[in-house]
């Protein structure tokens, strides 16, 4: 199947998903996630529409949106991967949406940019919500307080929250936290699922989900 046929039946399987779950059409907002995949290949699926995309690495989506965004006014691209505040400036040059906010740190470095450059990408806040040692994000325990920083001492709005649940984990559980905490924290956005778990995600209030290999095919190494 190509990728723009594959692209197609996962916009139908998110608006089935919608209506069985009683949400809005259009509730949902798909990130076609194009780590590792080349502007030849990203090309064929901004063709068949697409306009929001997900990278992983800073350096890799500066080498390739800059001249995809050249040829198709109107891409937004989502940073997804981890962030190092001393990425921090080319961070908010380049991306539209930051999913990956998970310390004090990064937050300050963040709002230092935004000022500096004059840019606001919109933010969420990525939650460790299998507490997994080698992932980022913050401890489900600390993520309201830490909204509550992200507001009150950097002056950051923070649109929502963002999860990868453990890979041989149950992934609703890990939904329905990220679910909860967003409430508490008062946050409408929801960034969770995945290309084998988007469906399940959507069921539990997903409004961003990020799919990858489900549109794109299989990444040569786990990226
Ligand atoms: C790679 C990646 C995805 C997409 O994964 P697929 O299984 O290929 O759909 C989603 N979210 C994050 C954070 C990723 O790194």
């Known amino acids: ?44 699926v901004i063709a068949a529409g697409q306009r929001v995309f997900g990278e992983n690495r800073v350096q890799e989506a500066d080498a390739k949106f800059p001249i995809l965004r050249a040829e198709t006014p109107g891409l937004e691209v989502h940073l997804i991967g981890p962030l190092q505040s001393n990425k921090a400036r080319e961070a908010v040059a380049l991306f539209d949406v930051i999913h ?86 008062g946050v409408p956005g929801r960034s969770m699922g995945m290309s084998a778990d988007f469906e399940t995600a959507i069921r539990h209030g997903a409004t961003h989900v990020r799919v990858g290999s489900a549109i794109f095919g299989g990444r040569p190494s786990q990226a």
């Not at 916009?11 to 907002?29: C, F, L, Q, W, Y």
């Not at 460790?128 to 080698?134: H, I, P, V, Y």
């Not at 950097?154 to 890990?174: K, Q, T």
Request: net charge negative; aromatic share 4%; hydrophobic share 45%.
């Open 1 to 44: 199947m190509s990728s723009a046929a594959a692209l197609a039946a996962i916009k139908d399987r998110i608006a089935t998903a919608e209506r069985d779950a009683g949400r809005p059409a259009g509730s949902v907002t798909l990130i076609a996630v194009s780590k590792t995949f080349g502007v030849e290949e990203i090309r064929p």
């Open 100 to 185: 990956t906010v998970d310390r004090d740190k990064i937050a300050a470095a963040l709002a230092s940019e935004m000022a500096r450059q004059d840019r606001r990408p919109r933010l969420f806040v990525q939650v460790n919500t299998g507490e997994e040692a080698q992932k980022a994000g913050i401890a489900p325990a600390e993520a309201v307080a830490f909204v509550e920083r992200c507001r009150t001492v950097h002056g950051l709005a923070i649109e929502g929250l963002m999860c990868i649940p453990p890979v041989d984990d149950n992934p609703s559980l890990h939904f329905a936290l990220l679910d909860e905490l967003a409430a508490r924290a």
